[in-house]
């Protein structure tokens, strides 16, 4: 079973950094594009990034400079470091896989992050 898991939100305050993780199973992890998502309060999705299997990654341009994500192929694993948070960074914080089609096709449940001092 494809499962991507989330981990390492919390509450941070204003300034702060956190780092978050996405550990996935089920699949071939370094045959496949990552992304992270998120979602803020009553809002829809906002993409943040791609990290690429060839080691490169792109950023949107709204969390550019403050944001960046890479990946552990040999753990599985999708970081996205944030640093200089604004309490407008608060939501929670979604990876999933694109698939060939650049289709965003398996999901992790998400992890809160809540910016506040």
């Known amino acids: 079973e494809v499962q991507p898991v989330e981990s390492g939100g919390g509450l941070v305050q204003p300034g702060g950094s956190l780092r978050l993780s996405c550990a996935a199973s089920?699949?071939?992890?370094?045959?496949?594009?990552l992304a992270w998502v998120r979602q803020r309060p009553g809002e829809g999705f906002e993409w943040l990034s791609v990290?690429?299997?060839?080691?490169?990654?792109i950023i949107t341009d709204s969390v550019k400079g403050r944001f960046t994500t890479n990946r552990d192929n040999a753990k599985n694993t999708l970081y996205l470091e944030m640093n200089s948070l604004e309490p407008e960074d608060t939501a929670v914080y979604f990876c999933?896989?694109?698939?060939?089609?650049?289709?965003?096709?398996?999901w992790g449940q998400g992890t809160q992050v809540i910016v506040s001092s």
């Open positions: 990290a690429f299997i060839d080691g490169t990654s």
């Open positions: 089920g699949f071939h992890f370094s045959r496949y594009p």
């Open positions: 999933a896989r694109r698939n060939m089609w650049y289709e965003y096709d398996y």
